[in-house]
């Protein structure tokens, strides 16, 4: 990270970039499937499970990525950080944050608390932060 000053990210940079990572995942998981089903057998349900494999892990483990930067955050400036020791997000703490995606607004509702953190950021002991 850089000698900037980090602040907590704001939730709407927050939201645009799970939106590029979401899209990346799925753009991936889609590639792969649609590269697979052209050389496997037509009644083969790899290319579906490679493309879901693709997604959910991609979305797992993204933000554990690029010293605590998912593909989004990193287009988005910001940064997962261990909330004690600040250091970037570990791709298990990546799986523990995302893993609660799976939650959907239960999730995301906790994003609107002054600490700007979501259920799964408590669980992972993260915060997100963007440079100033």
Do not use: H
Request: hydrophobic share 50%; proline share 3%; aromatic share 10%.
């Amino acid at each position: 990270m850089s000698e900037r000053s980090l602040v907590l990210a704001p939730i709407g940079k927050r939201f645009s970039a799970q939106f590029i990572d979401e899209a990346l995942a799925f753009v991936g998981g889609y590639a792969a499937l649609l590269l697979l089903d052209k050389v496997m057998p037509s009644d083969s349900s790899v290319p579906m499970l490679a493309m879901w494999i693709i997604i959910i892990g991609y979305t797992l483990i993204a933000d554990g990525m690029f010293n605590g930067q998912s593909v989004g955050k990193k287009i988005m400036g910001m940064y997962v950080v261990d909330t004690k020791t600040g250091e970037p997000c570990t791709y298990m703490q990546s799986v523990m944050r995302n893993i609660t995606f799976l939650l959907g607004i239960f999730d995301v509702i906790f994003i609107v608390g002054s600490d700007r953190r979501r259920l799964g950021d408590c669980l992972a002991s993260t915060k997100v932060l963007i440079a100033l």
